[in-house]
Structures are given as C-alpha cells and as structure tokens.
C-alpha cells in the first residue's frame, strides 16, 4: 500500500511539473484547455459503465402491453344498456340532419317516435283466401297430373320399352311422342290395329281429364306427292286429325281436341340418316295442364270505333 502511494504521488508529482512547464510554454489559453482535459479524463476514470440501461426499455415495453391487454378487456365486456342508448342518439342525429344540393346542412325537427305497439296492416281475408284456394288448386293440378303421366306410361308401355314412345312433364303439361312408324303405314294416314288399341286406351285415361289437348303431325324432309297427299303438310295434318277422330270416338270431348300439322318443319334430329328421319316421322300429344299460372290483366273489350285499340299486340279478332 506504501508503495502504491508513493507511485501515486509520484506520478502525481510529475503531471504537475509537466503542467507548470507546458504552462510556461504556451501561455494561458493552453493552459485553460489542457485543464478541461485533464478534468474530463479523471471523470471518465472515475464513472463506470452501466450494464443495466436495457431495463428502462423493458419497463416502457412492459408498461405498454399492461394498457393494450387492459383497453381489449374493456372492449369485450361491452356495456348493452349504453350501447343502444349510444346506438338511438346516433340513429336520432343522422335522422335529424339532411344536406340540400348546395351540400348545407339542414336541421330538422326530430319526430317523436311512438312508444306504444305499432299497429299491425290489415290483411284482406277474401285476399287471403283466393290464394290459399289457388294454391290449393294448383297442387291439385300437379297431382292429377303426375297420376295421368303415370297411367299413360302404364297403357303405352309396351312401346315405349321399345322406344318408339316417349312420355315427359313439364311446366306446361305432358308431353307424349309417338313414333309414325307404329301408328301409319309409309305415306299413309290411316292407323293401324295395334295403333288403335294403343291410342284408344290413351284416350280412355284423357277422357275424365278437363284439359285441353294438341295433336300435332311431323314429318321428315324427304318430299311427297301423291294425288292424296300433294306435300308433307297434308300428310302432317291427315294424320294428327286421324288421331283425333279416334280420341272422339273413344269419349275425349271434340271442344278440348287441336290437330296441327307442321309437316318437316319441326324436326327433332337431322335428316341425314335413315334414324334421325325416322326420329322425326312422328305424333305429338299435348295435355296442357298449365301448371304455372300468371296473373293475366283483365280483358278489355274493344270497340270497332277505336282504331288505335285495335292495333295493339294485345288485341285478338274475336273480342270485338
């Protein structure tokens, strides 16, 4: 310890000696500088390094996620009593204020809301049940209809596991296409024995039905011209009337029967090959069920004075 004392004083001892020379040396401002650097070399001898400064920013951070956790906590319980009042003034506010086109705001007078129970409209019970009848009719429809399509498929079964038959259903009705090749000779009109029977007992199964049905007559493009039968059309329209004579015949009401015949017309398949003509030598019956119904405006009658009403797309021969 002595000797680390007296090493002390020496070095102590030297520094001053070399001070008041340096002072003599250089005079008074040098002086003054190398003073403030000697001050500030014993201070940074003296100060040691602080190794815990990354504390202060752990205790920021920290702090920081203590009020994140604590506002999500305050926005999961809200409060339901003060979000609707918060909820009704602002509905309230906006409701109160418009904005003309000049874009300034105009207040208006709120309007009291009424507090007791709004009265509910009035329902029109006719109304109400003419629809309910409608509808009560229009499923009824839809189940004599499937039934019918059931038993026609039943009669014509053994030609159409054949496939000279073919039955579907629509939104219109049924639809039955029969081949020509079982019902008529080749340029004929005339049905055949085991045509009538098969047709006669589909007429048996439309009979107790109430809605209307079209026979149409289609032939393929290859011509024809026979003192009978000049084109395709006649023999089209000859062979949809043949069936319909036998549907009158067997107690389909005549009222409810169409023929039509479209001769090449209305093919189903090209007529390149001896099958697609043979597709589309055919007899289609039409049971217009009418499933879905419209709610067609009221008929107004015409009066042969009015030439404009006349005119119109709407306006039909017999309504005058």
């Given at each position: 310890?002595?000797?680390?004392?007296?090493?002390?004083?020496?070095?102590?001892?030297?520094?001053?000696?070399?001070v008041?020379?340096?002072?003599?040396?250089?005079?008074g401002?040098?002086?003054?500088?190398?003073?403030?650097?000697?001050?500030?070399r014993r201070?940074?001898?003296?100060?040691?390094?602080?190794?815990?400064?990354?504390?202060v920013s752990?205790?920021?951070?920290?702090?920081?996620?203590?009020?994140?956790?604590?506002?999500?906590y305050?926005l999961?319980?809200?409060?339901?009593?003060?979000?609707?009042?918060?909820s009704?003034?602002?509905?309230?506010?906006?409701?109160?204020?418009?904005?003309?086109?000049?874009?300034?705001q105009?207040?208006?007078?709120?309007?009291?809301?009424?507090?007791?129970?709004?009265?509910?409209?009035?329902?029109?019970?006719?109304?109400?049940?003419?629809?309910?009848?409608?509808?009560?009719?229009?499923?009824?429809?839809?189940?004599?209809?499937?039934?019918?399509?059931?038993?026609?498929?039943?009669v014509l079964?053994?030609?159409?596991?054949?496939?000279?038959?073919?039955?579907?259903e629509?939104?219109?009705?049924?639809?039955?296409?029969?081949?020509?090749?079982?019902l008529?000779?080749?340029?004929?009109?005339?049905?055949?024995a085991?045509?009538?029977?098969?047709?006669?007992?589909?007429?048996q199964?439309?009979?107790?039905?109430?809605?209307?049905?079209v026979?149409?007559g289609?032939?393929?493009?290859?011509?024809i011209?026979?003192?009978?039968?000049?084109?395709?059309w006649?023999?089209?329209?000859?062979?949809?009337s043949?069936?319909?004579?036998?549907?009158?015949?067997a107690?389909?009401?005549?009222?409810?029967?169409?023929?039509?015949?479209?001769?090449?017309?209305?093919?189903?398949?090209?007529?390149?090959?001896?099958?697609?003509?043979?597709?589309?030598?055919?007899?289609?019956?039409?049971?217009?069920?009418?499933?879905?119904?419209?709610?067609?405006p009221?008929?107004v009658?015409?009066?042969?004075?009015?030439?404009?009403?006349?005119?119109?797309?709407?306006?039909?021969?017999?309504?005058?």
């Open positions: 310890m002595a000797i680390a004392g007296a090493q002390g004083g020496g070095v102590r001892a030297v520094t001053g000696v070399w008041a020379w340096r002072l003599r040396v250089t005079g401002d040098a002086a003054q500088g190398l003073e403030a650097e000697m001050a500030r201070k940074d001898a003296d100060e040691h390094e602080n190794h815990e400064r990354w504390l752990y205790a920021d951070f920290i702090t920081l996620l203590f009020a994140f956790f604590v506002v999500m305050s999961s319980s809200v409060n339901e009593g003060k979000y609707r009042v918060l009704d003034s602002l509905v309230q506010a906006f409701r109160s204020v418009s904005v003309n086109e000049s874009g300034t105009i207040v208006v007078q709120q309007v009291a809301m009424p507090t007791g129970p709004i009265p509910m409209p009035k329902v029109d019970r006719a109304k109400q049940a003419a629809e309910q009848a409608r509808q009560q009719a229009r499923d009824e429809a839809v189940k004599k209809v499937r039934s019918m399509a059931e038993e026609i498929r039943r079964k053994p030609l159409s596991d054949g496939g000279q038959v073919l039955v579907t629509g939104a219109n009705g049924i639809k039955v296409e029969i081949n020509a090749e079982v008529f000779a080749p340029g004929e009109a005339l049905l055949g085991p045509a009538v029977s098969a047709l006669s007992a589909v007429a199964v439309l009979a107790g039905s109430e809605f209307p049905i026979i149409e289609h032939t393929d493009n290859v011509p011209s026979t003192y009978r039968f000049p084109s395709n006649e023999l089209s329209a000859v062979r949809a043949s069936v319909v004579r036998l549907f009158v015949n107690g389909v009401a005549p009222a409810r029967l169409t023929a039509a015949g479209y001769g090449d017309q209305r093919p189903v398949a090209d007529n390149e090959t001896p099958e697609s003509r043979s597709r589309n030598r055919r007899v289609t019956l039409l049971i217009e069920s009418m499933l879905v119904e419209e709610d067609l009221p008929v009658p015409l009066r042969r004075d009015d030439a404009i009403q006349t005119i119109l797309p709407d306006a039909t021969e017999n309504r005058l």
